[in-house]
T-cell receptor
Framework: DGGITQSPKYLFRKEGQNVTLSCEQN?????MYWYRQDPGQGLRLIYY???????QKGDIAEGYSVSREKKESFPLTVTSAQKNPTAFYLC???????????????FGEGSRLTVL | AQSVTQLDSQVPVFEEAPVELRCNYS??????LFWYVQYPNQGLQLLLK??????LVKGINGFEAEFNKSQTSFHLRKPSVHISDTAEYFC??????????????FGKGTKLSVKP
């Protein structure tokens, strides 16, 4: 079955540590996204990538980094510079291109990061 | 600025009662509209979408939504809810001809709580 796989589902980290969240998709989608979700705040865009080896900052990119070396993979690193990293992180993908582009997103199951 | 407003952060309702979750957006150009559902500790799942054509859109699990261009609204409805509909619902909009680079803009979510 095609879909998006995020790992780990739960992650604990000590302050000052970097952590990397994995996101893999086998939908052959061009674009991939990372969102952060906090209670009552909806989804906020961290980074997105429309093509391999290229990515753009979203609304809250500070303290995060990404890479897009392969079409299928878009890992997110939460660095020690992120002041309040405890949150639920969602990876998503979408078809990109001039034809049939609707913006519809397909989501993974999420990763919950807790900083101790 | 382009934005999405979900007018109710929480909606409690009794089982088998009808429900309406309200969503308004701000835009003077064409839009695509989406409703997603999120169950606890899971990713988002597409309920329904409006791209063009009939303004009444039917989705999964008996939900439907009506696009009202003059009122810039896309309210979600279900005539009779079940306990299993308890979840958080997100309205989202994309702008196919510009704005946000085609990315989805999400509302802050409405938590639907169905009581027996």
């Amino acid at each position: 079955d095609g879909g998006i796989t995020q790992s780990p589902k739960y992650l604990f980290r000590k302050e000052g540590q970097n952590v990397t969240l994995s996101c893999e998709q086998n939908l052959n989608h061009d674009a991939m996204y990372w969102y952060r979700q906090d209670p009552g705040q909806g989804l906020r865009l961290i980074y997105y990538s429309q093509i391999v080896n290229d990515f753009q900052k979203g609304d809250i990119a500070e303290g995060y980094s990404v890479s897009r070396e392969k079409k299928e993979s878009f890992p997110l690193t939460v660095t020690s510079a992120q002041k309040n990293p405890t949150a639920f992180y969602l990876c998503a993908s979408s078809i990109k291109g001039l034809a049939g582009r609707t913006g519809e997103l397909f989501f993974g199951e999420g990763s919950r990061l807790t900083v101790l | 600025a382009q934005s999405v407003t979900q007018l109710d952060s929480q909606v409690p309702v009794f089982e088998e009662a009808p429900v309406e979750l309200r969503c308004n957006y701000s835009s003077s150009v064409s839009v695509y509209l989406f409703w997603y559902v999120q169950y606890p500790n899971q990713g988002l799942q597409l309920l329904l979408k409006y791209l063009s054509g009939s303004t009444l859109v039917k989705g999964i699990n008996g939900f439907e939504a009506e696009f009202n261009k003059s009122q810039t609204s896309f309210h979600l409805r279900k005539p009779s809810v079940h306990i299993s509909d308890t979840a958080e619902y997100f309205c989202a909009v994309s702008f196919p001809y510009g704005g946000s680079q085609g990315n989805l803009i999400f509302g802050k979510g409405t938590k639907l709580s169905v009581k027996p």
